[in-house]
């Protein structure tokens, strides 16, 4: 597995600058590399490089979070929304769109919102100073109930602008905004370093809080720093590019299944696999029908879902431990 | 000891009696949901139309027949008289017991065709007619067939043949026009996901008879979200944004501010229109004359200002 692992942190940096280049190079609108980097193509290269370029972190934060958050309840179902975050963003974002607010203000209110949500569902959870885990799972699905009905109330106020609030909903890489980009990129090397320096903490939290305990690790706080890294990792992601599902969810299990469950080599082969992928399904939404875009969220689920169910039936043995 | 002896023998019996009521209550329901089909079909009418689009409203203005209506959608908004009248839903959502109670002979809306609740109303027996507005020319036969059906066929005839002649008047004035010599012109529907219309849509066709070119007229059909870059590359001289005030500035400010749009020619030479009256492009309704109206001065001052640059 180990020597697994360091072929794959070897290789998928490669890996990445391939996919991201042809994400570059290739699109709707067929350049030669002569065209593409003269003047003719100017235009179309600084459209595309700032969504690859979100499309990479967007993937990298997902799938980091997603380590995050399966580390922490224990549970193989959660992804970077379990805890109260889609919802939080989405309402606050739909709040934005309606005020009639710009990219920079929307992207601020999804932040909060997440932030907000994950840290209500936190105070939620926490009973006598501990964070139990079942505790913790309901209260994000409840509130995350919640806030869903209060987002869905409020589009429907305001029907006219249901199609931004739905686009937002489906997830869109499109980047509008160059700042945006920068903004994602430094939340998810934060993000991604922080949970890379505390992978120790990591494999104990994994093996039960008694354990973890018993080796020396304090789990209460442990799980309050993954938990403010995770949120921070979605919150960022979200902001930028609306909910796109299944990679948080998937992404690890994935990379686990290839080189183990240490998160020393977990936390940046997700990283890495997480960028990959959005970059590869933020080409197929551009260029996989003709003159037209299709959200990201379709693609994720499209492509992702057969590949992870074949592994899944190839691997059952090891994935069900 | 006693007590338990009561609760295994009585509550037997008793419980046995406590299931008539509810069964008493199902039969009922089920009767009333026999017979209600029946009875709600037989609502008479009080001869007024409701109105749940926007155009049609202002069709039936146009026609004369705007005293008639008794509810219109909660968009409606031209002309002025129209906001007065009770407002009953939209087309997706018709506040369908207002309809009732208002017990119109016609309901109208445009476009789109029937949905669950307007079935709905028809089983009720208030007659629904969905006005076209797939093409220039169906969008008048719609003001003909709406003028006939809200008891003026002379008004909706008059009101279609002026229509078309003002669309036949600027097309055959543009039709000589080589396609090199029509500015291209992007339509930016909304700008979250970017949207715009194909070349299927009376839109289009209003762009052309104003003598400019739908950059989007191949990329897609209906109303779509286009391939940012292609739009990008065909390098559209003007951009139409259907947003107004300070929604449409804001709006036009953030499409020239998205990477890659720079050096859009549009862009760079400042021409994102966003004070025509978005309601005149966009509503397939006897308005639309303006519209392009609108948009054909527009574009004479382009070709103007690039048969001066030629020279």
């Known amino acids: 597995m180990r020597r697994r692992a360091d072929l794959f942190l070897a290789l998928a940096p490669l890996g990445l600058l391939a996919v991201a280049a042809a994400g570059v190079m290739l699109g709707p609108e067929r350049l030669s590399p002569g065209e593409l980097f003269g003047e003719a193509g100017r235009n179309i290269l600084e459209n595309r490089v700032p969504r690859v370029l979100l499309a990479a972190a967007v993937g990298a934060s997902l799938s980091v979070a997603g380590v995050l958050f399966q580390a922490i309840l224990r549970n193989p179902l959660a992804d970077p929304y379990v805890l109260g975050a889609s919802s939080g963003a989405g309402l606050g974002a739909a709040l934005a769109i309606l005020a009639l607010l710009g990219t920079w203000a929307v992207a601020g209110a999804a932040f909060a919102g997440a932030m907000a949500a994950t840290f ?56 509008t905004e160059p700042g945006l980009v920068t903004a994602v990129w430094v939340c998810m090397v934060l993000g991604t370093a922080g949970a890379w320096l505390f992978s120790r903490d990591l494999d104990l939290l994994s093996l039960g809080e008694e354990q973890a305990e018993h080796l020396g690790l304090s789990p209460e706080r442990a799980k309050t720093v993954f938990f403010g890294l995770g949120s921070l990792l979605t919150g960022a992601a979200v902001a930028a590019s609306g909910l796109i599902g299944f990679v948080g969810l998937v992404v690890p299990h994935l990379v686990r299944l290839i080189i183990g469950p240490g998160h020393r080599r977990l936390v940046p082969c997700s990283a890495l696999a997480g960028a990959i992928f959005l970059v590869i399904v933020e080409f197929v939404s551009r260029t996989a029908l003709p003159g037209e875009e299709i959200p990201v969220g379709v693609v994720t689920a499209f492509a992702g879902g057969p590949f992870f169910l074949w592994l899944l039936r190839r691997q059952r043995k090891v994935f069900w431990g | 000891m006693n007590a338990d002896r009561v609760s295994t023998a009585k509550p037997a019996r008793l419980s046995r009696l406590a299931a008539v009521p509810a069964i008493l209550v199902a039969l009922a329901g089920l009767t009333a949901a026999v017979l209600a089909p029946t009875y709600f079909t037989r609502v008479r009418s009080m001869g007024g139309i409701v109105s749940l689009s926007p155009s049609t409203t202002e069709t039936l203005f146009a026609l004369g027949l705007g005293h008639r209506l008794v509810g219109v959608s909660t968009y409606c908004n031209y002309p002025p008289e129209a906001k007065a009248l009770p407002k009953m839903g939209d087309y997706g959502t018709p506040a369908v017991e207002s309809i009732l109670a208002a017990r119109p002979e016609l309901v109208v809306v445009s476009g789109r065709g029937m949905n669950r609740m307007l079935k709905g109303l028809e089983r009720a027996g208030i007659r ?60 930016e529907t909304w700008s979250a996901p970017l949207s715009t219309v194909g070349g299927d849509t009376f839109v289009d066709e209003l762009i052309r008879a104003a003598g400019g070119r739908n950059v989007a007229a191949d990329l897609g059909k209906g109303y779509f979200a286009p391939a940012v870059e292609s739009v990008i590359r065909r390098d559209p001289q003007a951009i139409v944004i259907t947003r107004m005030g300070d929604e449409g500035a804001a709006a036009a400010h953030a499409l020239a501010g998205r990477p890659g749009w720079a050096g859009v020619r549009a862009v760079r030479e400042g021409r994102i229109w966003a004070d025509i009256d978005p309601d005149w492009l966009l509503r397939p309704g006897p308005r639309l004359v303006r519209g392009l109206e609108a948009l054909r001065a527009r574009l004479d001052e382009v070709r103007a200002a690039n048969e001066g640059t030629a020279r």
């Open chain 1, 120 to 175: 209500v569902v936190y105070r939620l959870a926490l009973v006598g100073g501990r964070i139990p885990r079942m505790t913790l799972l309901l209260s994000g699905v409840v509130v995350g109930y919640l806030l869903g009905g209060a987002l869905f109330f409020t589009v429907n106020l305001n029907r006219g602008r249901l199609n931004d609030v739905m686009w937002w909903l489906m997830g869109s890489l499109q980047a």
């Open chain 2, 128 to 187: 629904v007619y969905c006005a076209p507005d797939d093409s220039i020319e169906n969008i008048a036969s719609g003001f003909e067939e709406l003028g006939r059906l809200a008891g003026d066929a002379g008004a909706g005839r008059r009101l279609a043949s002026e229509f078309r002649d003002r669309f036949a008047k600027e097309s055959a004035r543009t039709a000589a026009r080589a396609e090199s010599a029509r500015p291209l012109v992007f339509l």
